[in-house]
């Protein structure tokens, strides 16, 4: 199981330090079919993973912009849902889990086949500042549906978050991707506490996954200006609709 949980770790790594987010989305899937781990293990492991690793992508990126601000109430506010959606995890059948996830993936898979560039908007007003009066529940609203998809599907949210900062909130994408690493890293601290009491890992594998998910999202977080961003969407958005019909077929057949 190491060989494998290093071999997809350095994917969802590259992934999240290349686009800011979507790794997550895949990690769930990667452990269960990939690595051989349960789902009621892979959801709280993946949030170590790619916590760990999202920790790691935001260093490089640190000088380029991140919203401080906006990612600590962001973060906030999905604290409190993520226990929500823990709860909910516990209470749902795991058929019923994995095609939720598979649904989730196609909307992310189409939402990055679109274009998210920003235009502005009250969070990055076009001359600088904040409208905070229309900000505030906008970011307050975007935290807790992400944290809440965090603490039921195991999932960070930068799948999410990306498409929300860039259209909804107004943020430049070159500080959405810091913003969406910084979020996913407060997410992943909610969702993995709120699993705290029946979460039962094989710390060995999830080790060996997290620590190819942090060498591969350093890497792929210096290299990531040299790739054109329509490429890195597309291509991401390809793979995200392909492990999503993989999924619905395995929940179907199992």
């Known amino acids: 199981m ?8 350095v994917v969802v790594g ?14 769930v899937p990667a452990l269960v079919y990939g690595v051989g781990v349960p789902l009621a293990a892979a959801i709280p492991g993946s949030l170590v993973v790619v916590g760990a690793s999202s920790a790691v992508a935001v260093l490089p990126r640190i000088r380029r912009g ?3 601000r906006l990612a600590l109430l962001i973060g906030a506010a ?6 929500l959606g823990a709860a909910f995890n516990r209470m749902l059948d795991q058929k019923v889990l994995l095609f939720a996830f ?11 086949l679109r274009r998210t560039e920003a235009v502005g908007g009250a969070c990055a007003l076009p001359g600088g500042g904040v409208n905070w009066r229309s900000c505030l ?10 944290g809440f998809l965090t603490g039921l599907l195991g999932v960070g949210g930068g799948f999410l978050i990306v498409p929300a900062l860039t259209l909804v909130l107004g943020l430049p994408m070159a500080m959405t991707v810091g913003t969406s690493l910084a979020i996913i890293v407060i997410n ?19 080790g060996a996954f997290a620590i190819a998910a942090m060498a591969a999202s350093l890497v792929a977080g210096g290299f990531s200006r040299k790739v054109p961003e329509h490429f890195l969407k597309r291509g991401f958005a390809g793979l995200v609709l392909v492990v999503a019909v993989y999924v619905a077929i395995e929940a179907t057949t199992r």
């Open 102 to 112: 598979a649904a989730i993936m196609v909307v992310a898979g189409v939402r990055m």
């Open 188 to 206: 992943s601290l909610a969702g993995l506490s709120a699993h705290l009491g029946g979460m039962h890992l094989d710390w060995t594998v999830i």
């Open 66 to 68: 991140v919203n401080w």
């Open 78 to 83: 999905g604290t409190v849902t993520a226990y």
């Open 2 to 9: 190491i060989l494998p949980a290093l071999a997809f770790g």
């Open 137 to 146: 529940p906008k970011a307050v609203l975007t935290g807790a549906a992400v």
């Open 14 to 27: 590259g992934l999240l330090g290349l686009v800011g987010g979507g790794g997550s989305i895949l990690a």
